[in-house]
């Protein structure tokens, strides 16, 4: 599974976007792009992922760029409890695994 | 209606001893995973099971054996606990097809070995 880059941490305010991005520029043509995230302890939470086109939930947006190399996950109007690590994470085929790195730590403040 | 459960949620055991972890899923899924969540908050894939048959097996010590009785189940036991197993420990289940396989994790189990 191709390899993604994250900032180590963002700071967001309550109630504005949040834009997180994330680099995959080795990215094959079958890999998906999925996000979680995880709140202190709890267990990893799926957000959102996408192939190639933009994608949008009740949760997020999700914004691919045409070559694929890189996505953004936005969160439209961030409250206290989204703070979290948020996770970009490539993946190919199924039944296959998610494998983690160090993430983005989101620290929304009022 | 918890869609990925296990238990116990918080286990304190000394080393040396044998303990299992359960897991559930009522969502139907065909795939179930056990991922390990060191003190450092490195999350870690250690198996998979696809229809009770085991299709991904890390680099785990074989002290560590899963156990799939059902598709609904996927449970963990460890022998012979060391202290570096101390880490919290994530079941998760996914289903294949069109648009991916999502996975939904439980809430996970954290493990004291003392």
């Known amino acids: 599974d191709a390899k993604t880059t994250q900032p180590t941490s963002m700071d967001c305010a309550e109630g504005r976007a949040a834009n997180l991005p994330c680099n995959h520029s080795t990215i094959s043509g079958n890999e998906y792009v999925y996000w979680y995230r995880q709140i202190h302890s709890q267990g990893p939470q799926y957000i959102i992922h996408?192939?190639?086109n933009n994608e949008t939930n009740e949760m997020a947006s999700l914004i691919i760029t045409e070559d694929r190399k890189s996505s953004t996950l936005i969160l439209p109007h961030a409250t206290l409890r989204d703070t979290a690590v948020y996770y970009c994470?490539?993946?190919?085929?199924?039944?296959?695994?998610?494998?983690f790195g160090t993430g983005t730590r989101l620290q929304v403040t009022l | 209606d918890t869609a990925v459960s296990q238990t116990p949620k918080y286990l304190v055991t000394q080393m040396g001893n044998d303990k299992s972890i359960k897991c559930e899923q009522n969502?139907?899924?065909?795939?179930m995973y056990w991922y390990k969540q060191d003190s450092k908050k490195f999350l870690k894939i250690m198996f998979s099971?696809?229809?009770?048959?085991?299709?991904i097996n890390e680099t785990v010590p074989n002290r560590f054996s899963p156990k799939s009785p059902d598709k609904a189940h996927l449970n963990l036991h460890i022998n012979s606990l060391e202290l570096g197993d101390s880490a919290v420990y994530f079941c998760?289940?996914?289903?294949?097809?069109?648009?991916?396989?999502?996975?939904?994790f439980g809430p996970g189990t954290r493990l004291t070995v003392l």
């Open positions: 998760a289940s996914s289903q294949a097809g069109t648009g991916g396989d999502t996975q939904y």
């Open positions: 994470i490539v993946k190919g085929g199924t039944a296959s695994k998610l494998t």
């Open positions: 996408g192939l190639k």
């Open positions: 099971y696809n229809n009770k048959e085991l299709i």
């Open positions: 969502l139907g899924h065909d795939t």
